[in-house]
């Protein structure tokens, strides 16, 4: 009985441990939005998003190495890189988190401030730990964590986000997105997210590929900046799932459009 006793505790011990290792990670992918021919966005972007979004993720890159993570490029370079060679690259890795960097851009030059996306219910404490990080340090609008079916989101099999880092078409955000100092800043605050993301995946129920929200209170996540993102808040090359509307189109743009290249 003595013996059965110690078996089952070294098998409960054992089992905690391995549940233990799977909400820690050890591989960021970084995923810098657009690349190549596609240069990102709109017509009316004061400065091409391509460029913008490589540059933030180098450095992020460069910030989380020297926190000692190991991290995988989708591209390093000016290149176009397909939607599913993004998602095989992260779908590769293990132990891995999933962060794809963009920037945003809208018909209405007044539209600015950040938002981040995520599909799968386990990505929400990861958005939500990022999106608080960057507004913080951005002191910029709070445009809110949106749950949305962008093709880099829903393939992936590990947590993963897109962030949306200012507004391309806005004077002000363009201006800034310019500085060195500032594009600094954002990758900095997009790691002390990702960082920040182990304390809360304790307290996250992880049902991948639910259709369903449900995202308890915790910090770095508030509930009112969590919603479903409209049907009609789209992007140039991400593409997501696209749903057949039944009701009258009775109402004009509703939203601004969002850059896409997942």
Known sequence: MLRLVRFLALLLFMTAVAARAQTRFTTVVIDAGHGGFDRGGIPGQLVPEKVMTLDVSLRLKKILQDAGYRVVMTRDSDVFVPLGTRVAIANAQRNA??????????????????ETYFYSTESAPLAGSIQ??????????????????????????????????????NQTEATFAKIPTYRQQLAQNIARGILNRPALEARTSSTNRSSRVNVGAQPFLDQ?????????????????KKKKSTKKKTTTKKKTTSDDDQ
């Open 97 to 114: 988190v999933f962060v794809c960097v963009h920037f945003n851009s809208a018909p209405r030059s007044g539209a600015n401030g950040i």
């Open 224 to 240: 009112r900046y969590i919603r479903e993102a409209g049907p009609t808040h789209h992007r140039s090359s991400k593409s997501s």
């Open 132 to 169: 608080s990080a960057v507004v913080r340090g951005a002191g910029t609008e709070n445009r809110g964590v949106r749950r949305r079916g962008y093709f880099v989101l829903r393939r992936t099999n590990i947590p993963a986000v897109l962030v949306e880092c200012g507004f391309l078409t």
